[in-house]
């Protein structure tokens, strides 16, 4: 028989919760719902876009009785839970339903906090809370002009934006100096108090209600410094309280809330709580995002499974009040010993502040533009050291891809457990496995399937730069430093260590002693498992292709009209008459439409159908040429400048020194693309200081870099070290990819690489330790031996021929 659990409270963190617990035990318990408003679920958070106009209350039921019905969930709306039989195991509502549990699930929620002023109660004189307030409202500001908004936090805010939109006149009152002051430091509370007052928006602040006037219905707000100010209408957004009466009266202990341990349990085992209503730690959270963890985690105890904790949660808030971005995380107000760096353009209306402790982040503020929030709260929330980067940190991450996408490509470059919806807790990899998996293309389409952006809508662009570079070409995934997918709860440095520890030495042999979900894996952990494996173990993995790309399987870049790009590889950028000859030959043999002069000093020939790609490679090797490896994620070019040879200017033999390092590098599989250059004096006309691997020459010898990109925004390399010949230059870049080829998370770039583990630490192992850098760089050249096989030459013989052949229609 299914055991009883009964939900007191249909809000979002208790319906968060049977979700959860649904996924895990769908036939475990009988399920009853009781909810004091005649609705469904509805999302609490979005109740300003209804009050603004924007939205209906259909717009934002997040369940509705429909969803109850499909889950065999008994609803009891409207009703609300008077009376809790503790020893009988009984609720009461009170019209008199009663229902019996096994377990119950308390989710009260909160209620207004109402300043206790004379007039508090009188007509006109309203909370912002729930259906029936905005719906009041909206009658009000039909009837009357006039209205006054006490409290200058989030929820006073967007209540007098909505009523602004509603073509009353509003004026906020707020205690304090300055609004926000929970999210928000003095100047981005500035910042947002001009914004706010350029739009129409009248402030009272350091203003004291005293009492509010009025015969019968309110008609203003007296102050205690005597003065007053008319109201038609009276809005409360000072806060909110735990709900905690129902509690309190059946005898479980309370404090500010309801108290749960770490299981969300009260204080009688059968009895859980979640929500606002919950008291953990000593904390009672307001915020969506830890409620929904409190609701994963009572899910997961209430299935029997028995193995989540919650240990209270780091928040950060990311908010949109009237179209302003703003985000907040940690202790954002500096204290004695603290460091502040910040970064204010008053025109453009920005603002960033860190606040720092011994150079790991502390606490942040962004105004005006917010999409690094994500990203500094996760070094926030890792401790992780800024103190290689704290240069350059406030202009944003650095791992930004190609050019020519903008936000999408900074959203893009945040790894896949970066938290983008806070309210539920969705992340960037749910959010594109989604859109993959699930061929969704529309902003509904991964709302209704993730629920990001469904909630207070703040991320809405972030998502939306998600939507377009997924679904757009030249999506490359970025690592996930939690969970590698969903087939595993092992993180990529797990797996890397694992098959390190274990001599691993198979894809099949790594899924069973970690112990994977699913037989075969995904998308996402194919082609990073055979990656792993095979930069761990050259000699004796065999490449698995179908765990590959279809670029890698093809050895070409497939291209939006299906054709593919073919890129002869020129070592240094050097070529010889007779190479050009051929390759002029080979685009006229097989009509290639246009041949172009790429950035890395190559020649890309495009439109390739797929059946002449074996003939063509066949023809351009018996000219000499082996794979440009444009294709993949590899070493791709090594860029040269001339040089002391023919430039007046140059310092050394910059083309000569970049045949060498491609002649050592080319072939080499890595985690992503991978670039070189070697620039012949500090002009760098070779660009060495945006490269995975740069060498800038010098009168004295050879500066080395790493950790460049030069995508939308540039980051320059770090510099590593200065040398004295071309042996060490080589040997130094044998081993730095060495490093980056066995610890990076597969499709991690040198430069987010660079910054997770920190410059100071690459240098101590690579500059300091000579015996490990030697080491590094003798397995860079025995993973060499194997991988320096010309792929094209190999199908041109005939391999794989069932990747060019095209399928016969009957």
Not at 129 to 144: E, G
């Amino acid at each position: 028989m299914k055991e009883k659990l009964v939900l007191i409270g249909n809000g979002m963190a208790g319906v968060r919760t049977l979700e959860e617990l649904l996924k895990i035990a769908p036939e475990k318990y009988d399920i009853t719902v009781f909810g004091a408003e005649p609705y469904g679920n509805y999302n609490r958070i979005m109740l300003s876009p209804v009050l603004a106009g924007e939205k209906t209350v259909d717009d934002i039921m997040l369940n509705d009785e429909q969803w109850y019905i499909d889950n065999d969930i008994s609803l009891y709306k409207g009703k609300s839970v008077t009376e809790i039989d503790r020893v009988n195991k009984k609720v009461v509502a009170e019209d008199g339903t009663t229902a019996d549990y096994d377990r119950l699930l308390l989710a009260t929620g909160s209620n207004p906090f109402m300043i206790p002023v004379p007039g508090k109660d009188k007509d006109g004189v309203i909370a912002f809370r729930d259906i029936y307030d905005v719906d009041t409202m909206l009658q009000a500001s039909k009837d009357y002009k006039k209205a006054v908004v006490i409290g200058g936090g989030l929820l006073g805010l967007e209540a007098a934006n909505g009523l602004m939109k509603q073509g009353m006149d509003v004026t906020v009152v707020h205690l304090l100096d300055s609004l926000m002051e929970r999210q928000l430091d003095k100047p981005a509370s500035s910042l947002l108090k001009a914004s706010l007052e350029e739009r129409g928006m009248k402030f009272l602040m350091e203003a004291a209600t005293e009492e509010i006037i009025g015969n019968g219905r309110v008609q203003g707000v007296r102050f205690k410094d005597g003065t007053e100010v008319e109201a038609d209408l009276v809005v409360m957004g000072v806060g909110i309280v735990p709900n905690t009466g129902l509690a309190k009266a059946t005898g479980l202990h309370c404090e500010r809330g309801v108290v749960v341990n770490d299981v969300m349990q009260t204080f009688d085992p059968a009895i859980y709580a979640v929500g606002e209503c919950a008291q953990h730690r000593g904390i009672a959270y307001g915020l969506v995002a830890p409620l929904f963890e409190q609701g994963k985690v009572a899910a997961n105890q209430l299935a029997g499974l028995g193995y989540a904790y919650y240990q209270g949660s780091v928040t950060s808030t990311k908010l949109k009040v009237t179209g302003i971005d703003l985000f907040s995380a940690g202790d954002f107000n500096e204290e004695q010993g603290d460091e502040v760096i910040s970064l204010q353009d008053q025109a453009a209306g920005t603002y960033k502040k860190l606040v720092l402790k011994d150079d790991r982040i502390k606490g942040a503020v962004l105004y005006g533009d917010t999409i690094d929030g994500t990203w500094y709260f996760q070094l926030m929330r890792e401790e992780t050291s800024i103190a290689d980067f704290r240069k350059t940190i406030l202009f944003g991450q650095h791992d930004l891809g190609d050019a020519g996408h903008g936000d999408e490509t900074r959203v893009m470059a945040l790894s896949d457990d970066a938290e983008i919806c806070g309210c539920n807790g969705v992340c960037k990899g749910d959010i594109v496995n989604a859109i993959s998996k699930h061929g969704l293309f529309t902003l509904e389409d991964v709302r209704a399937r993730t629920k990001a952006s469904s909630s207070c809508g703040s991320c809405t662009g972030l998502v939306e730069a998600l939507l377009a570079s997924t679904v757009g070409e030249g999506y490359d995934a970025s690592p996930n430093k939690q969970a590698m997918c969903k087939c595993t709860e092992y993180s990529h440095d797990e797996v890397i260590a694992a098959i390190k520890q274990n001599e691993l030495k198979s894809i099949p042999a790594v899924r069973e002693f970690l112990e994977w979900k699913t037989p075969d894996g995904c998308a996402a952990c194919r082609p990073a498992l055979n990656y792993y494996l095979l930069a761990r173990w050259p000699e004796e993995y065999q490449d698995d292709a179908q765990s590959r790309f279809i670029n890698e399987r093809a050895h070409g870049n497939i291209q939006k009209d299906g054709t593919y790009s073919v890129v002869p590889r020129m070592f240094g950028g050097l070529v010889k008459p007779n190479e050009l000859r051929a390759i002029a030959d080979v685009c006229d043999k097989y009509d290639v439409p246009e041949m172009k002069v790429t950035g890395g000093q190559r020649i890309d020939l495009f439109g390739v159908k797929k059946e002449d790609l074996p003939p063509m490679w066949k023809d351009l090797t018996d000219a000499g040429f082996v794979s440009g490896h444009a294709y993949g994620k590899a070493m791709r070019t090594v860029k040269t400048c001339a040089g002391k040879t023919w430039c007046r200017f140059g310092t050394q033999n910059s083309t000569g020194l970049g045949v060498q390092l491609e002649e050592l590098t080319w072939g080499s599989w890595m985690p992503h693309k991978f670039k070189l250059a070697v620039s012949g004096c500090p002009r760098n006309c070779a660009e060495a200081t945006i490269k995975d691997f740069g060498v800038v020459c010098v009168d004295s010898g050879y500066e080395l870099h790493v950790g460049g990109n030069g995508g939308i925004k540039v980051r320059v390399t770090d510099l590593l070290t200065k040398v004295d010949t071309e042996e060490e230059v080589l040997e130094y870049c044998g081993a730095f990819t060495q490093m980056y080829r066995e610890e990076a998370h597969y499709l991690e770039r040198t430069a987010p690489w660079v910054e997770r583990v920190g410059l100071t630490s690459i240098k101590k192992r690579l500059l300091d330790d000579e015996t490990e850098r030697k080491a590094l760089y003798e397995r860079f050249i025995i993973g060499q031996k194997v991988s320096q096989v010309d792929p094209w030459k190999a199908r041109a013989e005939g391999e794989a021929a069932h990747e060019f052949t095209p399928l016969k229609i009957a």
